[in-house]
């Protein structure tokens, strides 16, 4: 059983920084696909970013792309999402997300449905 833990959030002000977490455990992770999404308060859950375990390639979401960077750490089995010049747009809870499964394009990790681990959220709160 995967278990995804995210740690990092907090309150900031627009144009500061934060990392989040995420960190992997209950399996080999080098064979599963990771994301970061994010839901605001009566909106859907929205894809931010995704990487592949096994070599790093990503996708982001046109919004954050130039800000936000998505990476992984084999050693400590950790997922990071770098966020830079946060906007408060960018406020929302934050779900890290795994799944095993293979899909031939990209952008089909771009659905929150087609994860099947998820962890409980961190909240990221950017003032104006």
């Known amino acids: 059983q995967v278990q995804l833990v995210e740690s990092g959030g907090g309150l900031v002000q627009a144009g500061d920084s934060l990392r989040l977490s995420c960190a992997f455990s209950g399996r080999t992770s080098s064979s599963y696909r990771m994301g970061w999404f994010r839901q605001s308060p009566g909106k859907e859950r929205e894809f931010v970013a995704t990487?592949?375990?096994?070599?790093?390639?990503?996708s982001y979401t046109e919004s954050v792309k130039g800000r936000f960077t998505i990476s992984r750490d084999n050693v400590e089995n950790t997922v990071y999402l770098q966020m830079n010049s946060l906007k408060p747009e960018d406020t929302a809870v934050y779900y890290c997300a795994a799944t095993g499964v293979y899909f031939p394009v990209t952008q089909i990790y771009h659905q929150a449905r087609n994860y099947n681990y998820w962890g409980q959220g961190t909240q990221v709160t950017v003032s104006s």
């Open positions: 990487i592949r375990w096994s070599d790093s390639s990503t």
